[in-house]
């Protein structure tokens, strides 16, 4: 049964390719001959296409779960005696399921494009739909004839290796997926872009069918950063969240230039400018995606994020040379054809507070991009691979990104064309003050390094604006309402959804950069060599070591200490950091203690242990701030929804 299941599968996506074939050719017949057959024979194709990648996914989940053992890919990364749950995500464990699950993404989002009406679909959605098909091509083509996730083994194993204990966490069950949905969402812009580009429609209604999409791709990517944060803050037992790994940077990349894109679409769809900047921008984004899955799955840079090495590696590369050639290519052909409607009037204004905010995340991404493959650069030119470590990357992007968050303060305010003196003065004396006067109560609390309290100036600086926007807008609206103050504030959001959900996104960022900032300039940290019923203090806890213990499992071993914490203000808890040894061979699994308050968390690790003693290494943070990077998180969430979420009015308007 299995075997046929298998075989199916790898049926289902020789289809795929198959299907996406005829898609290209059913969409681009059916517009040049002006048969509308041909089209309806191309949505067909898409929801086709659908069906036949679930069925191969389907298939795949099924010999997982049931550990059928004759085929690689179930052998490579589960076992009998994994939890049902971590069979189901042993999915994207590895690369051929990773490729598998991005194809049927892809396929659901084209299904969903091919079916979509807004105006002028019936001239975009035939050149669309054959870009989406191209990229389908590919990936299908990979599965079919370089890494089939259905290989069947010579001989059939009794058992299979088991799942990398690091990836046996809930938090990786949200992770790769929000990140896939990032990275594949951002497909159906760039198609409509190079649609634009070859129908010469350089207006804004590509931006206007697309901004959903954009903003829901820029939503999944932002989670998939932080979700992919909070792993390795809890999983990795180093403390930390983002270290610039090579696949960290390689989602990062994308997001500048996304980011970029979200606040350059607004100046297009409003003055007509910047269509060069987004075609540029929405074309880097969609190779920088490409570009992460190449880094994963290429080897060529070590990384805790990335899968095994093989042959997929140099054909994603040649593909993104591919794609890049046609879109420059596309884009040179046609850049006369992509002049704004008008110019920037003055250097103060909200146009070019938006070129501005452009500049800096392009120059953040290219400063990124160029520490990441900085290796690889020395490999070639000197043969040894210098690796480019977090000193760089702070020293250099860091100042970008404190200029970037003080602009976030700065666009909003701004007027479009031209702002006056008096604006200017109104708009941005609070929050200047505001600023000034935090940023001196810490520089006498003894904050003295330069960046953190320029990072903790700026976002101040931005909670004051917005503070000031929202409380104008209720202001004027219970002048004109005699609404109480909650009433306006939640109707003015529900008349302005996409303004007021972008502050609070903005909002959210800055947030996130608080608990950034704070844990990574104020961590405390201590290693101690203890006996049992030693006793350190750290910060305002008393650190107690009560004993370390042993534990044979099925399949693994767990050693574990016990440490009494106990707070200057009379708090009281128990902090137990593990570690695992697995009899596969498999690398000893650190499991981090953590207790989480809104101000810091207590963070423990069990480093190591003296053999018969009884003696443990223990190691201690105190990291203030971090969980307002996951509050952050979930605030982005709310003002992202709200920023898109349908309003009938302006529909029918």
């Known amino acids: 049964m299995g075997v046929i299941i298998g075989q199916t599968g790898q049926y289902a996506i020789w289809a795929s390719l198959l299907l996406a074939l005829l898609g290209i050719v059913f969409y681009l ?18 929801i086709g296409l659908l069906l036949s ?8 989940q099924y010999l ?69 098909f191209t990229v389908i091509l590919f990936f299908s083509g990979v599965l079919t004839l370089v890494d089939p996730p259905f290989q069947i083994l010579d001989v059939p194993r009794e058992e299979g290796n088991g799942l990398n204990p690091l990836l046996q966490n809930p938090g990786m069950a949200l992770h790769p997926i929000t990140l896939y949905f990032g990275y594949i969402g951002f497909t159906v812009p760039f198609a409509y872009a190079i649609a634009a580009l070859w129908l010469k429609k350089t207006d804004a209604i590509w931006l206007y069918v697309t901004r959903r999409w954009t903003v829901l791709s820029w939503l999944f990517l932002s989670l998939g950063i932080l979700y992919g944060g909070k792993w390795g ?63 994963t799955r290429s080897g060529v840079l070590w990384s805790v994020h990335a899968f095994a090495t093989g042959p997929v590696g140099p054909i994603l590369l040649g593909f993104i040379g591919v794609m890049l050639t046609l879109s420059l290519a596309l884009l040179i052909w046609r850049w006369s054809d992509l002049h704004g409607e008008k110019a920037i009037e003055s250097v103060v204004s909200k146009e070019s507070s938006f070129m501005l905010n452009n500049l800096l995340f392009v120059g953040a ?30 020293s250099v992007y860091l100042p970008i990104a404190i200029a970037t968050i003080f602009l976030m303060g700065i666009g909003p305010l701004l007027a479009w064309g031209k702002a006056s003196a008096e604006s ?32 903790f100036m700026s976002a101040v600086f931005v909670i004051g604006t917005l503070v000031l926007e929202f ?18 504030f939640l109707r003015m959001i529900g008349r302005h959804r996409r303004r007021y959900g972008g502050y609070i996104v903005h909002l959210a960022i800055v947030i996130i950069v608080i608990g950034i900032t704070a844990s990574s300039a104020f961590e405390v940290e201590t290693q101690r060599s203890l006996e049992p019923g030693q006793s350190f203090v750290i910060e305002q806890y008393k650190v107690t070591y009560m004993g370390l213990w042993e534990q044979e499992k099925e399949g693994y071993s767990r050693t574990f200490v016990d440490l009494k914490v106990e707070s200057s203000t009379g708090e009281r808890f ?52 971090v969980s307002w990077i996951w509050f952050g998180g979930y605030l982005l969430i709310i003002g992202t929804l709200i920023a898109v979420w349908p309003d009938k009015r302006r529909e029918v308007a």
């Open 424 to 455: 200017l003065k109104h708009n941005f004396m609070m929050p200047v003050i505001l600023a000034s006067g935090f940023g001196g109560m810490l520089f006498v609390l003894g904050v003295r390094e330069w960046l953190p309290l320029l990072s």
């Open 365 to 394: 991404m290219f400063t990124v991009f160029w520490g990441t493959i900085f290796p690889l650069v020395s490999e070639t030119v000197t043969g040894d691979k210098l690796m480019v470590g977090p000193p760089f990357f702070n």
């Open 53 to 60: 990648t679930s069925l191969a996914v389907a298939a795949l």
């Open 233 to 295: 803050y809890e999983e990795l037992g180093f403390g930390g969240y983002w270290v610039w790994d090579p696949v960290e940077n390689a989602s990062f990349m994308p997001w500048l230039t996304a980011t970029a894109f979200l606040h350059s679409a607004i100046v297009q769809e409003r003055k007509g400018m910047l269509k060069r900047w987004n075609m540029i921008l929405i074309i880097l984004t969609f190779l920088l995606t490409i570009f992460g899955t190449f880094l």
């Open 29 to 46: 017949v059916g517009y040049y001959k002006r048969k509308k057959t041909f089209i309806k024979c191309g949505q067909w194709t898409a």
């Open 64 to 132: 997982l779960v049931t550990s059928d053992f004759r085929f690689r890919y179930v052998v490579l990364y589960t076992s009998s005696d994994l939890d049902p749950f971590y069979k189901v995500t042993a999915l994207w464990a590895g690369n051929a399921g990773s490729l598998l699950l991005w194809l049927w993404v892809l396929s659901v989002f084209a299904a969903l494009v091919a079916l979509s009406r807004h105006k002028d679909y019936d001239i975009f959605l035939p050149h669309v739909m054959p870009v989406m």
């Open 471 to 488: 409380s104008r807008g209720v202001y004027a609206r219970q002048k004109m309402t005699k609404e109480s103050w909650p009433v306006a």
């Open 574 to 625: 128990v902090l137990r950091p593990e570690r695992f040894f697995y009899e596969t061979g498999d690398n000893p699994k650190t499991a981090v203690s953590i207790k989480s308050s809104w101000t810091h968390d207590v963070f423990a690790t069990f480093v190591g242990w003296v053999e018969g003693t009884g003696q443990a290494v223990i190691e201690m943070k105190v990291i203030p701030f």
